[in-house]
């Protein structure tokens, strides 16, 4: 699940930008914020690094996304 998601990310990673109205940002920003979800789950073995790692790929994302 993980990976299938990560790679349908990676193909329609240029499609949800700010940019490009409301709904697409909705889409993109939920986008971003269901891969943090995932890296969580991934890492929640260590709470520390699951925190880390979901806040660095929101905080990534969400920035990409306004200023792509």
Known sequence: MRL???????R????YGYSQ???RAAIGTAA???TAAL???????????AVTAAG?????GIGWLAFH
Do not use: I, Y
Request: proline letters at 3%.
């Open 56 to 60: 660095v790929v929101s905080a990534l």
């Open 12 to 15: 329609h990673f240029a499609e």
């Open 32 to 34: 971003v914020l269901v």
């Open 39 to 49: 890296a969580w789950f991934a890492l929640h073995r260590n709470r520390p690094a």
């Open 21 to 23: 109205g409301l709904s």
């Open 4 to 10: 299938a998601w990560f790679s349908w990310l990676a």
